[in-house]
């Protein structure tokens, strides 16, 4: 696998923070997973536009939601994946629940990317 880069945004950071240790943990104790092959930054989604050209990946808060209007022009056109993490999942800091999401969220899109390729 090649390394992923994600990046989680929320209202401050500071919630990503947390359900970032979580995904962290889950990747660490996974048999199939390796630590090396994912770095994640828990950012506050105004900073969203420093990172966008240093992230393979994106996973927003429920709180930030409302901002996917004004996130798409950034993401969409350099193809990242993203995914909204819904209330109870979060406040579950299921991190396990929210990797598997971004994880297929990821593939899909690299499925996609190929098939558009294969069609140029």
């Known amino acids: 696998m090649a390394k992923m880069d994600i990046v989680l945004c929320c ?3 500071f919630s990503t923070t947390m359900l970032m240790e979580r995904i962290k943990q889950t990747i660490h ?6 630590d ?7 950012i506050a989604a105004d900073l969203l536009d420093q990172e966008v050209d240093h992230m393979d990946a994106l996973i927003m808060g429920p709180q930030v ?8 022009p950034l993401i969409e056109p350099r193809h990242i994946p ?13 991190g396990a629940t ?3 999401q971004l994880l297929i969220a990821k593939a899909k ?12």
């Open 11 to 13: 209202a401050g950071g």
């Open 29 to 34: 104790n996974s048999e199939k997973l390796n």
């Open 36 to 42: 090396d092959d994912f770095t994640l930054k828990a």
């Open 65 to 72: 939601a409302h901002k996917l209007e004004s996130i798409k």
């Open 82 to 94: 993203y995914i909204i993490v819904d209330q109870e999942t979060y406040g579950k800091m299921d």
């Open 98 to 100: 929210v990797l598997k």
């Open 109 to 120: 899109a690299d499925r996609a990317r190929a098939a558009e390729k294969a069609g140029a």
